[in-house]
């Protein structure tokens, strides 16, 4: 029995020396092997509050910052302070107060996200930088024009017209510094052997007046990319003419016809285009005149086709060749479609006829071979003297016929008794 208790005398002992050694182990652990100890933590990344919401509110904006980043040396119990890293620390900035454009020098908070017991037994023994400057612009906007370049081709026969874009501007948002060196914003449009007219999208470059490209932080734009149209037309040359109706002894192949300019340069559509060849300007009588003619006449065109040359009028002149005048004293008046139960006669008696033909022809042509004819299927029923318009014929000779058509006869109607 003595033995026994001797044995729990011993155990008991045993426990208390147990306890004894791990206290005197803790404290070698906390006093030699966690002794206080220095951390750098590098490249700790910077975050400001009211950035994008109270200072975009008050038309601000962060233009630059004197850095990104932050570096803590950081003292501490080595169990606290050996594990942390950037990823555990907060550095913000506070810009919540700025409420005008300029630079300010800014503490930083410094907060140990990641770091659980013993966060507030760390002690920051230096910082670098020790402050942030952050400099803070007046927002603007304003709308840009664009301005594109072709960086292509079209195919012979083909024309690039004015390139149209849509929208036309674009509103540039950011720094009033910035905002106030942008001038254009600048597409290039590249394409390749066009035929037809072409759409498609396209990105711009933001520029100065001297096309240098402007960027900067806070840059925005009311798009990101612009429709373009590019408009390509057939250019065709087309020839003018005027169409001779023959007449007075002159044929087609009597006529000289000059005209300035002889051919204009079209654009319009391939469709359009093919199926012109001719342009006429109006039509010419050959017996409206004895030898020559001149006169102006509109250029006439197809809608959708436009003149490239740029004319609007053409000079026309008509010249006859071969043949020569003569005037006869005309006696032969005749009378037709007098209404019925009425009379007609021809108070004037003769007239001067002018003729043309060729030389031979003209030679065997007397008054007798000319005869006035006047219509009066459009008087009626109508009586008193009226002076009428009468048509020459000349019946000896083919070929042969009166110039011009001022040939009035004056006839009196009177209803039969």
């Given at each position: 029995m003595k033995k026994l208790n001797n044995i729990r005398k011993s155990k008991t002992l045993y426990i208390i020396i147990s306890i004894l050694a791990s206290v005197l182990l803790w404290m070698y652990v906390v006093n030699y092997e966690n002794k206080d100890v220095n951390n750098t933590v590098s490249g700790i990344e910077v975050e400001y509050i009211g950035v994008d919401e109270i200072l975009a509110d008050r038309q601000l904006v962060v233009t630059g910052v004197s850095t990104g980043s932050v570096d803590l040396t950081l003292l501490g119990k080595r169990s606290v302070v050996a594990p942390i890293s950037r990823g555990d620390v907060r550095i913000t900035v506070d810009l919540t107060d700025i409420r005008s454009a300029g630079e300010y020098d800014r503490v930083y908070n410094v907060e140990f996200t990641g770091v659980g017991k013993g966060a507030e037994d760390i002690f920051i023994i230096s910082k670098t930088p020790e402050y942030i400057t952050v400099k803070v612009d007046q927002m603007s906007k304003k709308p840009v024009e664009i301005k594109g370049d072709f960086d292509g081709s079209v195919a012979d026969g083909y024309m690039l017209e004015q390139i149209e874009y849509e929208p036309e501007t674009v509103e540039v948002m950011g720094p009033a510094e910035l905002v106030s060196q942008i001038r254009y914003a600048h597409v290039v449009v590249q394409r390749e052997n066009l035929t037809r007219s072409v759409t498609g999208i396209v990105s711009f470059t933001l520029t100065d007046e001297n096309g240098n490209p402007v960027s900067g932080d806070g840059l925005t734009t009311d798009v990101q990319a612009v429709k373009y149209t590019v408009p390509v037309v057939m250019v065709k040359d087309v020839v003018l003419g005027v169409d001779l109706i023959p007449g007075g002894g002159a044929e087609e192949e009597n006529a000289i016809v000059e005209i300035d300019p002889p051919v204009i340069s079209l654009t319009g559509s391939a469709d359009i285009l093919n199926s012109i060849n001719r342009i006429s300007l109006g039509s010419v009588d050959l017996s409206e005149f004895a030898t020559a003619f001149s006169r102006t006449?509109?250029?006439?065109l197809p809608n959708?086709?436009?003149?490239?040359?740029?004319?609007?009028?053409?000079?026309?002149?008509?010249?006859?060749?071969?043949?020569?005048?003569?005037?006869?004293?005309?006696?032969?008046?005749?009378?037709?479609?007098?209404?019925?139960?009425?009379s007609a006669d021809a108070i004037t008696?003769?007239?001067?006829?002018?003729?043309?033909?060729?030389?031979?022809?003209?030679?065997?042509?007397?008054?007798?071979?000319?005869?006035?004819?006047?219509?009066?299927?459009?008087?009626?029923?109508?009586?008193?003297?009226?002076?009428?318009?009468?048509?020459?014929?000349?019946?000896?000779?083919?070929?042969?016929?009166?110039?011009?058509?001022?040939?009035?006869?004056?006839?009196?109607?009177?209803?039969?008794?």
């Open positions: 006449f509109a250029i006439p959708d086709v436009h003149n490239l040359s740029g004319e609007t009028e053409a000079e026309v002149e008509v010249t006859l060749k071969g043949l020569e005048t003569k005037r006869i004293i005309a006696t032969n008046i005749e009378i037709n479609n007098i209404s019925d139960g009425y008696q003769y007239k001067e006829v002018l003729i043309r033909g060729k030389a031979e022809s003209l030679e065997n042509i007397d008054a007798d071979d000319v005869v006035i004819v006047v219509d009066l299927a459009n008087i009626g029923q109508a009586v008193g003297r009226y002076s009428l318009p009468g048509r020459v014929y000349v019946d000896s000779e083919e070929n042969v016929g009166a110039v011009g058509s001022s040939y009035t006869i004056v006839v009196d109607i009177t209803k039969d008794e």
